[in-house]
T-cell receptor
Framework: AQSVTQLGSHVSVSEGALVLLRCNYSSSVPPYLFWYVQYPNQGLQLLLKYTSAATLVKGINGFEAEFKKSETSFHLTKPSAHMSDAAEYFCAVNTGGFKTIFGAGTRLFVKA | DVKVTQSSRYLVKRTGEKVFLECVQDMDHENMFWYRQDPGLGLRLIYFSYDVKMKEKGDIPEGYSVSREKKERFSLILESASTNQTSMYLC??????????????FGPGTRLTVL
């Protein structure tokens, strides 16, 4: 069965610091992997996705994620945090079919 | 731009009432989904539809039903609302890529409170 684990329900960084949000998945087949972001009072929107092409995926707003099959990880990074990055981030996996499994989410706080 | 709209942003209902949540997408997507979002639990799939009049149960379908009479519209129905259905409800739509649900596009959500 598919599952997604996001380490840390809350992450706090200073403005300008590295952002690292961790995601591990369990899957026996090559997955589609997604990171979505949810700003306050809004629905989710796609940040980036991996679909078996390049393992380093670049997304919007300077975010990127690296698919590491050996570690079953898909961590999200951004070199320099901005106040506008404060939001909730969801990792998600689909290994075939209709259902996408979402992690519990990580809320990112950015301190001035 | 893909647009997914939901009929209400906020809704307050009484226990036992029948509740309708409507979702409309304008991108001719085959798939549509209803999720509920609760703190610490992420998104949990209630129902999805892969074609008009076709529906499949998700992980938590109890107490809910759905209707898809037109491709662009997917309705979620709470037959008899209960307080444990107080939650944020998110609708999404997606294209299907080689049989796999691709990027989902979400509506803004409906925050439902059942008193």
């Amino acid at each position: 069965a598919q599952s997604v684990t996001q380490l840390g329900s809350h992450v706090s960084v200073s403005e300008g610091a590295l952002v690292l949000l961790r995601c591990n998945y369990s899957s026996s087949v090559p997955p589609y992997l997604f990171w979505y972001v949810q700003y306050p009072n809004q629905g989710l929107q796609l940040l980036l996705k991996y679909t078996s092409a390049a393992t380093l995926v670049k997304g919007i707003n300077g975010f990127e994620a690296e698919f590491k099959k050996s570690e079953t990880s898909f961590h999200l990074t951004k070199p320099s945090a901005h106040m506008s990055d404060a939001a909730e981030y969801f990792c998600a996996v689909n290994t075939g079919g209709f259902k996408t499994i979402f992690g519990a989410g990580t809320r990112l706080f950015v301190k001035a | 731009d893909v647009k997914v709209t939901q009929s209400s942003r906020y809704l307050v209902k009484r226990t036992g009432e029948k509740v309708f949540l409507e979702c409309v997408q304008d991108m001719d997507h085959e798939n549509m989904f209803w999720y509920r979002q609760d703190p610490g639990l992420g998104l949990r799939l209630i129902y999805f539809s892969y074609d008009v009049k076709m529906k499949e149960k998700g992980d938590i379908p109890e107490g809910y039903s759905v209707s898809r009479e037109k491709k662009e519209r997917f309705s979620l129905i709470l037959e008899s609302a209960s307080t444990n259905q107080t939650s944020m409800y998110l609708c999404a739509s997606s294209h299907r890529d080689r049989g796999i649900t691709d990027t989902q596009y979400f509506g803004p959500g409906t925050r439902l409170t059942v008193l």
